[in-house]
């Protein structure tokens, strides 16, 4: 499903526009299959991936967006062969370690979520580091999703709820939504205006389950590796077409 057709599938007509996205969230999905019909090996795949996010980053000030939020690993991605694993990971501290300092150059703050505290301490470290690095600047939002699952974050909410209950601080029957989403790891952030889904799946692979309530869908058959400044301008132009309904009609 491309997004023009996603755009037919989704009427339009004299209806109001939604307007410029704020925060795009986006599911990179397509490394294996770009590898596969090349004859490579997975991890080329990936690695030319890293250089995609790198394209978008660049990109996406300069059309409007204030947060971009990246599904990097994913809690089943554990699941995925061992040496695969490594090289994700491998590419992940290769990123890090290399973009930062043109990151900090481009007032980027660069933040993560999910339970990436649980990687190998030596990569915290650097995440860390690189999290209190740009903590300061005030352009383009960067959040990357690191061993993150929708469903373990919702957990991981609703424990921290149920522990002040527990202990008496809080009365049960007064949580609200407002509470809930300020125990989870994007507590503070907006919601996702868009999820953009690259590879043409139509599946959202546990991400961000809560904040995406009312997020609008953009699909594309492009693979990740070759998603870059154009098609990110695309899929806007896109969601500038929707409109937006919340519920109310």
């Known amino acids: 499903m491309t997004l023009a057709a996603a755009s037919q599938a989704g009427g339009g007509g004299d209806d109001p526009a939604a307007g410029p996205c704020r925060h795009l969230a986006i599911i990179m999905d397509g490394n294996g299959r770009w590898a596969k019909s090349r004859r490579l090996p997975r991890i080329a795949g990936h690695r ?62 660069l933040d993560f979520i999910g339970d990436w505290r649980s990687l190998k301490p030596d990569l915290v470290a650097l995440l860390d580091a690189a999290r209190v690095r740009t903590a300061g600047n005030t352009g383009l939002k960067l ?82 590796p070759d998603f870059d400044g154009a098609a990110l301008a695309n899929a806007l132009a896109e969601f500038s077409r929707r409109e937006r309904r919340f519920g109310g009609r």
């Open 48 to 109: 030319e991936g890293v250089e995609a996010v790198r394209r978008v980053v660049e990109a996406a000030p300069g059309l409007g967006l204030e947060v971009l939020t990246l599904y990097a690993f994913s809690s089943e991605n554990w699941k995925r062969p061992a040496d695969e694993v490594t090289d994700l990971m491998g590419l992940l501290r290769h990123y890090v370690s290399h973009e930062i300092d043109n990151l900090h150059r481009n007032n980027v703050c």
């Open 143 to 224: 959040v990357m999703a690191l061993n993150y699952g929708g469903q373990g974050e919702i957990v991981r909410a609703a424990r921290a709820l149920a522990a002040k209950a527990a202990a008496g601080t809080l009365d049960p029957d007064g949580i609200t939504a407002e509470m809930v989403e300020a125990h989870l790891d994007t507590a503070g952030l907006p919601p996702p205006d868009a999820v953009l889904r690259t590879s043409g799946e139509l599946r959202l692979s546990n991400f961000l389950l809560w904040q995406v309530a009312y997020a609008e869908f953009l699909v594309t058959d492009t693979l990740w």
